[in-house]
């Protein structure tokens, strides 16, 4: 049966966020991406106006079976940074949920991020090799184990070897019913979604805390990049900036559109009173100068010093590290900024 653009329109505009007008054109994976990352946080779904007409005459083309190039598909650099992308944010989901498993960062982590990867490489039509994928994925998790960023370098893994097995995927059977996909679509979102429904329920306290601790170690890491961490925050306030502008802050969806704005809230807020914390720890005031921070740091390294506490070794162990740790939160920031 032939696709319709109005119809494609239509389903963008009521059911866009959860991909329903992906499923209409029989973009399964495509769907499933926008279900568990709504939409790509919205921005994703808003920019697919623009692609529907090319979607539904491929998917109207693909229905009269035309042959494909043998050739494998061009490389693509936005494919590959959602890649990465999406197989952090699996890595995220899987330490959240199923961090108490036994074996997790030789297990379920790597499994998470490649399965991530690959549900974008099998976006649209083309696909990739997940036997390569997960392998690369699994090859990766050990050399990184006990790192807190171990999930970027399996991502990346994973990615590049994705984009290296790219190719076209085999002709669907088009006799497939629409239920028997919605069955499959239900299943690896029911997947997804319960490890983490049940950490949140269950354990409100752990799931606060794994988050907390992902989203100070994406800011670390972040805080070596500031083009890209000023570009996180913009992308945070994106869909909240459209809905002012468009309604002028009222409306039936003002609640859930001022959502964003404590996301965004929530993580500056976080950022701040990591640096307060720090500043504390060093006994300094908030805003002290760098020739300060290192005065104290190394006031407090000889002071701690586990050699020079031999009668209270544990104790100075613990001061010296955390003293280490603020040190370290209070300069990366600043050595990320140009001089």
């Known amino acids: 049966m032939a696709k319709r653009l109005l119809v494609a329109y239509a389903l963008w ?25 709504l939409g790509g946080l919205g921005m994703g779904w808003l920019w697919e106006f623009w692609q529907l007409p090319g979607w539904v005459a491929r998917a109207n083309a693909t229905q009269e079976s035309h042959p494909r ?32 498993l036994p074996g997790f960062a030789l297990l379920a982590l790597p499994l998470a ?20 994928t997960l392998t690369a994925a699994f090859l990766t998790s050990p050399v990184f184990q006990g790192y807190v960023l171990a999930i970027l370098p399996i991502s990346l893994t994973a990615s590049i070897t994705a984009q290296q097995y790219r190719c076209y995927k085999p002709r669907r059977d088009t006799g497939e019913t629409l239920s028997a996909r919605l069955y499959r679509l239900g299943l690896a979102y029911l997947a997804f979604t319960t490890p983490l429904a049940y950490c949140a329920f269950c354990n409100p306290a752990a799931t606060v805390h794994y988050v ?11 805080s070596f990049f500031p083009s890209l961490g000023s570009f996180l925050e913009q992308l945070l306030l994106l869909p909240y900036r459209a809905w002012r502008l468009l309604t002028d802050g009222t409306g039936i969806w003002a609640g859930s559109f001022q959502e964003w704005e404590k996301v965004y809230e929530f993580v500056k ?44 070794v544990e104790e100075a162990e613990r001061r010296f590290i955390e003293v280490q740790a603020a040190y370290e939160s209070l300069m990366q920031p600043r050595k990320a900024k140009p001089t």
Request: charged content about 15%; glycine content about 10%; cysteine-free.
């Open 269 to 312: 807020s976080f950022q701040t009173e990591r640096q307060q914390l720090a500043y504390k720890v060093l006994g300094l005031p908030d805003g002290a100068p760098v020739e300060e921070i290192h005065k104290k740091y190394r006031e407090l390294v000889k002071l701690w010093h586990p050699d020079h506490n031999r009668h209270q």
């Open 13 to 37: 505009a009521l059911g866009g966020p959860v991909g329903l007008h992906h499923v209409y054109l029989g973009r399964d994976s495509h769907a499933l991406l926008w279900m568990l990352t």
């Open 113 to 132: 991020v490649g399965l991530g990867v690959h549900v974008v490489s099998s976006v649209g039509e083309q696909t990739s090799d997940l036997k390569n």
């Open 212 to 222: 907390a601790d992902a989203i100070g170690a994406l800011l670390d890491w972040l």
């Open 69 to 100: 190039s043998p050739e494998p598909p061009a490389l693509s650099p936005v494919r590959f940074f959602g890649q990465v992308l999406v197989g952090i944010y699996f890595g995220l989901v899987a330490l959240i949920g199923l961090s108490s």
